[in-house]
């Protein structure tokens, strides 16, 4: 099949600027460039077969209950070359081991704010600041157990991060089903190029999740919201394959500060919630009064130490789009090292010279919401209508605190099928890093695609897709 | 185990058999309608609804008993809550509960059977292709079996798993039982035929026909055939063989307390293997099988609540 070109000014994936296949790309290139358009529908159709078969499934909020949809995953893998790799790994090391040093430090000596690196009042007064974790010991201080970090890369060839996911982030069985998808679609692939495995993922966060606690041998469990929740599937799928139990708010209850679950003999304690709920809806006692996903007690049980959550409450604050900016100055004032990944320049629109700088150069910069997530609520310049631009205007002057504008980046494209054909599509790349007795991370991690043409958002929930990541194990292939 | 993944699971399972079950009784009794007189037809026609205890709910949707609404109301019909349509729904509402309990092959056997089902039900049924649906229904039980006895640890899950089987096949046995032995009994007075199907239509709404005639032999006795489905061990779907593997797999359930469901499933077993035919002649199998009924659905509400219904 014929591979499309990619764009002028953007950074592709597979071509370099003299439309050159990198290296790294090489052998998928061949196989592309030598499949038959059929087979490749028929196997098109295979996969979507499967994965209905498999029910990963996912709902969308705001839409019909019950309408279940497949996220569109997209044969065409996403490679990433072992030096660049290496590269990525060592950044995103160093990164979370700053952002869980950052979390302690906030809940107990607030040395980064007394040093006048970050103000008090970005700190003590954002929504996700949880006053109630201070002085709380948590095991090796680790806050963000499981952490995902969204990266893009730029037209001038480097990654950036995006985003850091500190409390619940999901999408990694993405990453090991599409992998296990490509296996079967694609063996002969496989034997050709010299892919990382991911597989072990369960194992590692297995491990993890035991290490999160002191005990020799911890009772883990998975907390979901229930099976209606759109990363049901995820929430089951890594239960079995750890090998430890799923259970919901129900099955659970607190007595004496001690966390059990209701089981056919009786109660027994657990010590480690791997939860994947929000912090708030976690115990109606302390959090929303509304929740039916929580367990009455729970916070108790966990000052007293008595139950380890996965991950801890109040990381949010550390992934705040307003705290973003200051994390290569975490990693200087932590680690005393360069920070090793790059950060999108970003302006506060909490202050004024920003914000005046950003409602001059709307049309060119992208504004998000501090708080938002999801890809709802937030403005692309330039492709915002000047309604849309006056709009978020009055929103900025309105509450400037809420805010804050990047310049519109170009993420990377990479060969996506879609309907005319092999076609450049916008990507990013989530990888997921585990902290426990060591910080460790699987070679991989969840592409997503933007399939519509252009388009930069790349949210499932917006209409993305996902693609098989693919490190390689030496560079030359 | 989590006691809401044993209620599950015990469910997801007896749904499936309930499944398979309604496959059996429906397609034997289109089969017998189209070999009886014209006036015998709606009789025939009536044992599933009679057998589910549905028969006013049928007549309040469908009113005439015609094949055609017989299928749709037991097979498709989402206002019913027994329609196999519905209850492969269940089952896979079930599984998904419990997916972390299940192995990805139970899993996908289970799933497959409900998007079979939806696109079944996108096409619709006649009488013409009823027979591979039931088929189709019966297969996808065998996998459904195949993959768990197959697949899946030897732990409580699959304990509590087997009990909503067995609790569920008991329970269709003797109500199938009671139903189409009376019917066969009244057919006697009429010509041999007639009779031998109906005693025919009995044994195969519970798979039991091809064991008649290698335990009895050829002449079909109706002390006989209350024998075979109750007393016989060997015959896989017996209130015998059902009740050998309830007490069996209370016996291996992990148990704290002592539990009553474990005595009571004892106490009718032993009624049953040290029963006798002259007893169950004696006392009548309409009144034998109502006490059983009664009997076993006791069983299944204590189970529910020594291991399911959590009180702290």
Known sequence: MLIQTPGEGLYDELFDEGHRVRPHYRTLENWLVNSDESLIAEKRREANVLFQRLGITFNVYGQDQGSDRLIPFDLIPRVISASDWQKLQSGLRQRVNALNRFLHDIYHNFDIVKAGVINAEQVFANPQYQPGMQNLKLPRNLYSHIAGIDLIRHNDGDFYVLEDNLRCPSGVSYMLENRRMMMRLFPELFAEAPVAPVDHYPALLGETLRAASLKPDPTVVVLTPGRFNSAYFEHAFLARQMGVEIVEGADLFVRKNRVYMKTTVGPQQVDVIYRRIDDDFLDPLSGNPQSMLGVPGLY???????????????????????????????????????????????????????????????????????????????????????????????????????????????????????????????????????????VQMVPGGLTRVALEEGSLVVNSSQGGGTKDTWVLEDDLC | MLSRAASSLFWMARYLERAESHARLLDVSLTMALIDVPEDREEQLSVPLLVTGTLEQFKELYGDITPQHLIDFMLLDNRHPASVFNIIQSARDNALHVRGNLSADVWDSINLSWLEMKELRETGVTESNASQIFDWTRARSHIFRGAAYGTLLRSDAFHFMRLGTFIERADNTARVLDIRHKMAIASQNEHATRSFFEWTALLHSLAAFEAYQQIYGHNILPINVAELLILQLDVPRSLHACLHEIVALLEQVESGDSRKARRMANSLYANIHYGDREYIAERGLHPYLTDFLARIHAIAGQIQKDYMGWQR
């Open chain 1, 300 to 438: 108790g049980a966990y000052r007293s130490g008595n139950v380890v959550l996965t991950n801890a409450m109040g990381t949010g604050v550390a992934d705040d789009k307003s705290i973003y900016p200051y994390v290569p100055d975490m990693i200087r004032f932590y680690l005393s090292e360069e920070p090793i990944l790059k950060n999108v320049p970003t302006w506060q629109c909490r202050k004024p010279k920003d914000l005046k700088y950003v409602l001059e150069h709307l049309p060119e910069l992208v504004v998000k919401e501090a708080q938002g997530a999801g890809g709802y609520g937030m403005l692309i310049g330039p492709r915002a209508t000047s309604k849309e631009l006056r709009h978020f205007a009055d929103l900025l002057k309105a509450r400037p605190c809420n805010y804050i504008a990047q310049p519109t980046l170009s993420l990377s494209t990479c060969p996506t099928f879609v309907n005319e054909g092999i076609a450049p599509r916008h990507l990013d790349l989530r990888p997921f890093v585990l902290s426990g007795k060591k």
